[in-house]
């Protein structure tokens, strides 16, 4: 995991950290650890330097004594050198190379701060800018790259200050053009490492202090993402979490994303999601925690709707979080709307809450329901 744990015991405002993961690729063995690849057969002047960076990429695997050769020898700006190449097939394997370099149990002290003092994470993000000189496979390479420097936390506020947020954010909302103009062949492969940078960039304290979620301050940066989760329910729903946490971390801290889910009527699709694993439903619950902690103007919002029903049915789940996450989203409902309460003792709340009386993990908050829902 990278940062925090995402099912601890939490407030529901405390911004949620992605985890590093592996990527799930195809040339990606089961044990979790890169497996050689090869270079596809071409007669063309740019093979050889190809050749050689996946060549180079299979030994970082292999060896840390390898590694620790390469630093001094200049691997650095050989590969900032590599990355100004006009060839994609160049550009996919140095990514590979790199990719495997940054993986490197002693990448966050002997690796990243070197490759952060390059030009290399510029370079990775103008690879990354949208449009139609784009290409899929460099673009999946370079967003695993710049999520395992993320990850290492070394120097977050150096890639904030070279535009990372407005990058991925560009990015995401072009993903979300391609699933509506249904060009979304393996798609997947790119989504999952960009949420995952954006959400942890999102936790980053510079994220502030250079206004970088401004650059994020968009409806259209949430209804891109609705459109994300949308395919990646449709395709390949184990990836929904990776959405989710950054939904999580857009509306943790920020009224203006809170009131883009609700303007958006987004509510009703993101309940929707509820029966799809305790993950997302633990996730779902948080970002509507986050929605109802705003306020009461918020809380007016959400109710009436399906949101009451959709949490009287959560309440016969037997997983103990996602019950708990659903005590604590009633709790700020009757706290900011009493009448809320009233609906929820006509519909039997009472009795749901009862199931859950002797469990030693939510007692104490089925307890305290009960009474906020009695008597105020």
Known sequence: MCGLDPWGSRDPAVPVVSPAG??????????GQPSSRLAAPRDTADLHQELCLYTLGNLIVESEAVRMQLLPQGIVPALSACIQSPHQTVLEALGYALSQLLQAKEAPEKIIPSIL???????????????????????????????????SQVNNALLITHGALSTLGLLLLDLAGAVQRSEDAGLELLVCPVLRCLSNLLT???????GGQMELRDERVVASLFILLQFLLQKQPSLLPEGLWLLNNLTANSPSFCTSLLSLDLIEPLLQLLPVSNVVSILVLTVLCNVAEKGPAYCWHLWPGPLLSSLLDTLAFSDTEVVGQSLELLQLLFLYRPEIAQAFLQQSGLQALKRHEEEAQLQDRVHALQQTALHG
């Open 117 to 151: 003092g390059s030009t290399l994470p510029q370079h990775m993000l103008q690879l990354l800018q949208p449009g139609p000189k784009l290409n899929p496979g460099v673009a999946v390479e370079f967003a695993w790259c710049l999520h395992y420097i993320i990850c």
């Open 204 to 210: 980053e304290p510079a994220v502030d202090a250079v």
């Open 22 to 31: 592996n990527r799930g690729k195809g040339e990606r063995g089961s044990s």
